[in-house]
Antibody, heavy 118, light 109 residues
Framework: EVQLVQSGAEVKKPGESLRISCEGS????????IAWVRQMPGKGLEWMGV????????RYNPSFQGQVTISADTSISTAYLQWSSLRASDTAMYYC???????????WGQGTLVTVSS | QTVVTQEPSLTVSPGETVTLTCASS?????????PSWFQQKPGQAPRALIY???NKHSWTPARFSGSLLGGKAALTLSGVQPEDEADYYC?????????FGGGTKLTVL
């Protein structure tokens, strides 16, 4: 079974750093794009960026460029989303999703809730 | 900045047919925008329904269909079921960038 399993919920203070993860299993992790998607409380989905783990090709949505870092470790089939200095406005649910063929979201991760509060 | 617009909310009765649309601030949506559609129920991760305008995933119920309609991407639900009550999002491709629409809240009454 193809799965994306994300790391658990995080509670952080403003200014702290954070890295959340998305582990792929049941398929060849290096050969499929992974996307990160943000959903702020009560709001819609936002496309943050993508990574192709095979060659670390990364594309950011301009709105998120410089705000987050996307990376991957193929040795453990895991993609990451990282912040160096969190803000309260980073409070959101974050999802990862795989691209299979021409379709995104096959599958989605279960989501990681990030709460940033002083 | 590119904006993708969906109906904020729609209400439909069980068994009816409803069409959700997805418009681009850049002009008419074509197959080049590779429209995708996703369903999200409260407290759940999104679920992919349609990709590349009209292609269904293996799990997509037959009552869901995607198309281009009047310069927009469209998602049609034929014979709406109570379990179709959810938020629906479209996703469009702009060169190397993808942008979600604001979502449509579909209520089944």
């Amino acid at each position: 079974e193809v799965q994306l399993v994300q790391s658990g919920a995080e509670v952080k203070k403003p200014g702290e750093s954070l890295r959340i993860s998305c582990e792929g299993s049941g398929y060849s992790f290096t050969n499929y794009w992974i996307a990160w998607v943000r959903q702020m409380p009560g709001k819609g989905l936002e496309w943050m960026g993508v990574i192709y783990p095979g060659d670390s090709n990364i594309r950011y949505n301009p709105s998120f460029q410089g705000q987050v870092t996307i990376s991957a470790d193929t040795s453990i089939s895991t993609a990451y989303l990282q912040w160096s200095s969190l803000r309260a406005s980073d409070t959101a649910m974050y999802y990862c999703a795989r691209k299979y063929g021409d379709g995104w979201g096959d599958p989605w991760g279960q989501g990681t809730l990030v709460t940033v509060s002083s | 900045q590119t904006v993708v617009t969906q109906e904020p909310s729609l209400t439909v009765s069980p068994g009816e047919t409803v069409t959700l649309t997805c418009a681009s601030s850049t002009g008419a949506v074509t197959s080049d925008y590779s429209p995708s559609w996703f369903q999200q129920k409260p407290g759940q991760a999104p679920r992919a329904l349609i990709y590349s305008t009209s292609n269904k995933h293996s799990w997509t119920p037959a009552r869901f269909s995607g198309s281009l309609l009047g310069g927009k991407a469209a998602l049609t639900l034929s014979g709406v079921q109570p379990e179709d009550e959810a938020d629906y999002y479209c996703l469009l491709l702009y060169g190397g960038l993808r942008v979600f629409g604001g979502g449509t809240k579909l209520t089944v009454l």
